[in-house]
Each structure stands twice: as C-alpha cells, then as structure tokens.
C-alpha cells in the first residue's frame, strides 16, 4: 500500500483517486499523523501532497526527518518537493510572479519517473520553487521559468516534481505515477473490487458472527451497495429499514423495493408519506424542511427499528471521503442522515459495520456491479436526503410533488435518451413558486415555472453548468409543456457553485 501524507493540498482526494485507478490502495494520512500511521503499516511507497504554505513560514507543515531513511521510495508533490528539497539541504525561493496553468515543459526521459515520457504540458500552481536542489539529487525536468521543475536521487529513489501529475491537465501524469508505482516502488495493481468483495465478505462475517445486523436503506449508491454486500455475506442477519417519505423521485420507491425484496435480507419499506406531508404542511422555509424531515424520519427509523427487537450492529455506508473530510480516520463518525447530527439510540448496538469506509465513490459502483447490483441502483446521481422536499420551493403538497415528479421523471428519460446520463454528475427539475402567464391554444394561462438544474462536478464543493445541446433542451422543454399540467414556462439554471449551489433551496 502507498501512504499519501497531505500537507493541506487542494488536490489530495484526487491524488488518492488516481493511485486507485492505478489499482494501488492507498490512504490519506494527516502530516501530523505520520508516526502514528507507521507504527501499524508499513507502505511500499509514499507521496507527499501540495500545501497552500511556503516551506520557510514558522508554522509551514513538518514531518520526521526519518522518514527520509526508511528506505521507501518518495515522491513530493509541489509543497511535497519543497518540502523534500529543504529538509535534506537544499534551497527553495519564492519568485516574483505565479507559474500557473498548462506549461510546456521537458522531461530527461533517462530518469526512471519520466521513463517513456517526452516533453509535454505540465498543471503548475506555484510561487515559490527550488533553486538548488540537495546533495546527491539531479534537476530531471524543466520549464522556461522553473529549472528544477523535478529533482530526482534515484539511489535513494526520491523525487519531487513542482507540478501536479494528478490533475488531468498534465499530459502524462498518470503515466509518471505508473512509473513510479509500478517500477520504483514495485506495488503490483492487486486492488480491484472482486478480491475487495471477497475479503470485505470475509471481515464483515468475522466481525458480526452470529449477530443481527440493521442498516437504514435509502435507496442511494452507498447504502444500496452496503445491503447487497452483507446480504452476500450475512444473508438474513440483515434486516433493512427503508423509510419512504414520500419525496422520492418518480417510481423510486418501487425501483428500491424491487431490488431488494425478494432477496435473503429481511427488507422493510415503511409508506411513511402522510405523516412527512402532514408535519410538512404550511412550511416554506427550507431549513425547516430539512429539519423536519430529518426528524421524522429518525422517528420513524425508531419505531420500526423497536418492532424488530434486539440488533447486534449497525450497519451504514460511510465511504472513504466521508472519513477524510471528518478528519482522517479518527473513531468512529457517525455519518448524518438527512443532516441530523447522527442516527439514535435505536436499539442497543455493540459497533458499527462500515464496509465501504475504504472506497471511493467510483469504486463503491464497481463494487456493486461485481455485486450484480441493477444498473439504476449503481448509477444513481446523489439525491439530498431530504428529497423532493426541498425541490418544491416553497410550501409542499402531494399535488405539487406529483407535478415536479412527472416533470423531472421526463428529464431525465430525455437525458438517458441523448446519452448524456453519466457525464452529467447532477442533474433534476425544481417546481419553483413562481407562476407567470402563459397561452395554451386559445387560453390564457397562470401556471408555475419549472426550472431545470444540471452540473458537472467531481467533489460536489464547486461545479460548472453543463452545457446540454440546446436540440435535448428543446425536446425535453416541449415534452415537459405538453405532458404535464401546470407548467406553462421552464428555464434552465446557468449559474456555477460558486456563487450558486447546486440545490435551489
Ligand atoms: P449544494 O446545494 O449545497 O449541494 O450545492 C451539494 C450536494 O449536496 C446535496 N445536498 C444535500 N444532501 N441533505 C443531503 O443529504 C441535504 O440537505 C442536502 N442539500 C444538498 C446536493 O444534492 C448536492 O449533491
């Protein structure tokens, strides 16, 4: 395994998503927590992150210098090879303008990182940079501003490179990491998700033996491919509670229902719509909503969860991002549901089950593909927790969930059809409040405006508007008009994150 210490990078996820691609597990591991890490693992390689900070700065991040005598090849990134440089005895300066952007730059293909790579475009983000690069290395790559643009010491099997190979940007970047994954540090691409599932199968039965395990099913990537993987290995010590609240998308609960009733899993779906719209009622502020929803649908997990009696574990699908953003690693969080601070006290439980902790989301999909999970469970775009709710702006009733519901259930037949259903990462109609007047045949008309969202994101935390083909917008705007009562006018969002986000309330 590779150990990827992050120095407070924008990058670090993406780091470790490329070295999963490579088919290398990896972890990201706090700087402050080196010496912790090690004292249980022993990585056969590691990387250190970009950093927003200059090396020189009293409070710049540090590690053990011993690191360097481990004999485990390094690979520094940005700060990473600033870091390195200065740590062993050479020199880094901060020059007078950023190198930012796409970068021609050159490449001593004799240099075992860059084996097979020619000159080519590199991602830079820096300001300062090495000057002198420490005793026993070699400058093995520049560009017009920056000389030592990557040093290497290729006994010691240390490098450093001043641009990002995990940004798609640099031409051959994942071919450098391959380089050094594969050659130097002689890691085999052995993570692939059919001996994870064989060897999570394995743990999960070692962890809960005989006991009865309960998991709240949502219906959503993480907690559908959580299910199918205990049923593989625990069968019917699993119970499921899926608690519909009626702000599904169209046929969804049924789609959720289908998937996972006739299996071994006990599985219990809970049509809990009235009491959701009932609270619901006369409520237009969306944090209300949230908070209401996230409420009941605790209240609801409880009473159900008291009829099935004593449970040994709680199961969820906390993924490896979530641990990453929670602070690494630390006990374990509880991940919210429906931003509530966390699942109650349903039943006495002895610990979690958390199988997906060490995945990414691209690799919970092909986890639950190699499951055999259906296709619409696996591609499933991420769906707030709170629903429809906070897609009907303004006050919720059945009436306006069903007109978004046709409306949105058209949108995305329309977006399946032109092909385009997994390169947009988001997409979903909004029932606005407002109503302007429309013509229909000899009509006047005063209905709502739907309003159409759609982004292309990797992290969720910023993204861009996708840029459908104006012919998918015309068909799906005049579909939507002609198939659904009450919308007489649809527009289409084309703000980004920021300032906008991706949700309308
Ligand atoms: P925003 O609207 O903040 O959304 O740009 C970012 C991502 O989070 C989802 N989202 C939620 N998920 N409960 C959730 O479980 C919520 O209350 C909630 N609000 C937004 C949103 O769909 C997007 O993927």
Redesign the pocket.
């Known amino acids: 395994e590779v150990m990827i210490i992050d120095f407070g990078g924008q990058y670090n996820q993406l780091i470790a998503r490329r070295v999963r691609d490579l088919h290398v597990y990896c972890e990201v591991v706090p700087y402050k927590k080196v010496d912790q890490y090690l004292e249980k693992h022993r990585p056969q390689g590691i990387i250190f992150t970009g950093g927003p900070n200059s090396v020189y700065v009293d409070d710049a991040p540090k590690i053990d210098l011993k690191i360097y005598d481990l004999g485990i090849p390094i690979l520094g990134l940005c700060y990473g090879m600033q870091r390195m440089a200065v740590d062993l005895g050479g020199q880094v300066s901060r020059s007078q303008s950023r190198e930012f952007g796409k970068t021609p730059t050159s490449f001593d293909s004799q240099a075992k990182l860059f084996k097979g790579i020619g000159d080519s475009i590199t991602w830079m983000s820096h300001q300062d940079f090495v000057t002198q690069v420490p005793q026993g290395f070699e400058t093995v790559a520049s560009t017009q501003s920056t000389p030592n643009t990557a040093m290497a010491n290729e006994d010691k099997k240390l490098y450093g490179v001043q641009f990002h190979p995990e940004v798609n940007h640099t031409e051959k970047g994942q071919d450098m990491l391959r380089n050094f994954l594969y050659d130097i540090c002689g890691l085999e691409g052995k993570w692939t998700m059919d001996r994870y599932a064989k060897t999570a199968i394995e743990g999960i039965r070692k962890q809960v033996g005989q006991g009865k395990v309960l998991l709240a099913l949502s219906g959503g990537v993480d907690s559908s491919v959580c299910a199918k993987l205990l049923e593989k290995a625990i069968g019917d010590q699993l119970t499921c509670i899926f608690v519909d609240h009626g702000l599904m998308r169209k046929n969804e609960g049924d789609e959720v229902e289908a998937a996972f009733k006739d299996t071994d899993l006990h599985f219990i779906r809970v049509n809990a719509e009235d009491r959701f719209l009932a609270r619901l009622k006369g409520v237009t502020d969306p944090e209300e909503k949230?908070k209401i929803i996230g409420e009941e649908f605790i209240r609801v997990f409880e009473e159900e969860g008291r009829k099935i009696g004593s449970v040994d574990y709680l199961a969820q699908g906390t993924i490896y991002p979530d641990i990453i953003e929670s602070g690494a690693g630390d006990a374990a969080v509880i991940k919210s549901h429906?931003?509530v601070g966390g699942l109650p006290a349903v039943v006495d439980f002895k610990g979690l089950v958390e199988p997906l902790r060490q995945l990414f989301k691209d690799e919970v999909r092909e986890l639950g593909q190699e499951l055999g999970l259906a296709d619409y469970l696996v591609w499933r775009q991420?769906?707030?927790?709170?629903g429809l709710g906070?897609r009907v702006m303004g006050e919720i009733s059945k009436e306006r969930l069903d007109i978004l519901r046709d409306a949105d259930a058209i949108y995305r037949e329309e977006i399946a059809k032109a092909g385009l259903d997994r390169s947009i990462n988001?997409y979903f109609a909004v029932l606005t409040n407002n109503r302007t007047v429309g013509v229909m045949g000899d009509y006047r008309t005063y209905d709502y405006t739907l309003a159409l969202r759609a982004v292309e994101t990797t992290d969720?935390m910023t993204?861009d508007w996708s840029k459908i083909p104006y012919e998918v917008l015309e068909k799906i705007s005049s579909r939507i008009v002609g198939e659904v009562d009450h919308i007489n006018r649809i527009v289409y969002d084309i703000t980004s994150?920021p300032p906008a986000?991706?949700?309308w309330e």
């Open positions: 949230r429906h931003n991420p769906f707030p927790g709170p906070i988001q969720f993204a994150k986000t991706i949700e």
